[in-house]
T-cell receptor, first 115, second 113 residues
């Protein structure tokens, strides 16, 4: 089966600019996650969607980050305006919404560098 | 919320030796514990997981043990090979509708030939 797709793979922007990332989950996966992975750390959950609804966005810096999953499939994550500390890899993951199907499959990530 | 601590942060072993990575978690309600392997510049990939109704699970050279009382779980890799070199992350979550994984900080494993 095709894996989780993300684009772009790399992005370099200057602080205060805006950037958007795109994710296409595995077909049929109802749950979609966005993680931020700072160099040398484990992934940290930013937001979780169940179909097109938000399950948890408690760790999303809402003053600058936003995310949507309008049709319950693809998702976009936006940062506006970006700060230096936003430099990280942004990982998208998806999982099948079924009993005891916790396995999350990760995309290749988007590596963001804010100058 | 859940807090996961992982040790050691770096681990070097000779090829053929065993490697052990340990994690502790804070939320006694957590009941699902996956381990991910992440090679440099690549996506995290699930290598093994365990649920709280079992104490040990093995898959070829990889095994995971869980001690619910002490709230810790460990990854064991036997007969290590150079291709095992990567960063390994443990994670914990409460199974159910939320399923939000909390990750440890990672262990850089280097297998020396």
């Amino acid at each position: 089966e095709a894996g989780v797709a993300q684009s772009p793979r790399y992005k370099i922007i200057e602080k205060r600019q805006s950037v958007a990332f795109w994710c296409n989950p595995i077909s049929g996966h109802a749950t979609l996650y966005w993680y931020q992975q700072i160099l040398g750390q484990g992934p940290k959950l930013l937001i979780q969607f169940q179909n097109n609804g938000v399950v948890d966005d408690s760790q999303l810096p809402k003053d600058r980050f936003s995310a949507e999953r309008l049709k319950g499939v693809d998702s976009t994550l936006k940062i506006q305006p970006a700060k230096l500390e936003d430099s990280a890899v942004y990982l998208c993951a998806s999982s099948l919404e079924a009993d005891r199907q916790e396995t999350q499959y990760f995309g290749p990530g988007t590596r963001l560098l804010v100058l | 919320g859940e807090n996961v601590e992982q040790h050691p942060s770096t681990l070097s072993v000779q090829e053929g030796d065993s490697a052990v990575i340990k994690c502790t978690y804070s939320d006694s309600a957590s009941n699902y514990f996956p381990w991910y392997k992440q090679e440099l510049g690549k996506r995290p990939q699930l290598i093994i997981d365990i649920r709280s109704n079992v104490g040990e699970k093995k898959d070829q050279r990889i095994a995971v043990t869980l001690n619910k009382t002490a709230k810790h779980f460990s990854l064991h890799i036997t007969e290590t090979q150079p291709e095992d070199s990567a960063v390994y992350f443990c994670a914990a979550t409460l199974s159910g509708s939320a399923r939000q994984l909390t990750f440890g900080s990672g262990t850089q494993l280097t297998v020396l030939p």
